[in-house]
């Protein structure tokens, strides 16, 4: 099964790529993960946060993966339980899906975005970092893939 996120953002500090690559390492031969950074476009000198949202949008468009099923996160997103995604992962692995995940950037993601995506996601009701909901992610990703091999790393 193939997994990839897009992130906005760049140059994020060490730890968020420290733990995101500890887990991605974590899912073994059946997963291949891929994490894409898509550049954010500067606000400020006349670009306002719809105009940097639009570009933003373009970008994001053009790198998700060709017939991937997309899921943005949102904060209006379900608040799917760490077995529930699991479940969801089960699902598009039967279908082999190749699943896409959107970060938007530090203003969100434009409507036109969030009405493409399948699924809208919520992780957490907080407002969270955007390297913390990296690391986050791909985190509750494998723990996913934990549940469905009946791995010990999650424990209900």
């Known amino acids: 099964m193939n997994i990839t ?5 760049t140059k994020m500090p060490r730890w968020v790529d420290d733990a995101v690559n500890e887990y ?3 899912f073994g031969r059946d997963i291949q993960y891929t994490l894409k950074e898509i550049k954010p476009e500067k606000r400020g000198a006349g670009i306002n ?5 639009v ?7 053009e790198n998700i993966p060709n017939n991937a099923f997309l899921v943005v996160l949102d904060e209006r997103g379900k608040a799917p339980t760490s077995v529930e995604l699991s479940e969801y992962l089960n ?7 190749h699943v896409c ?8 993601m434009t409507d036109a975005l969030k009405q493409r995506a399948r699924l809208m996601l919520c992780l957490s009701s907080l407002t969270l970092p955007h390297g913390m909901v990296r690391v986050l992610l791909t985190e509750q990703l494998y723990r996913a893939v934990s549940i469905l091999h009946n791995h010990p790393y999650h424990r209900e």
């Not at 570009?55 to 468009?61: D, N």
């Open 5 to 9: 996120v897009l992130a906005v953002g």
């Open 24 to 26: 991605a390492k974590r």
């Open 49 to 53: 946060a719809n105009q940097g949202m």
């Open 55 to 61: 570009a933003e949008e373009k970008r994001i468009m």
């Open 91 to 97: 699902t598009w692995q039967q279908n082999g899906e």
């Open 101 to 108: 995940f959107v970060i938007g950037g530090a203003d969100g």
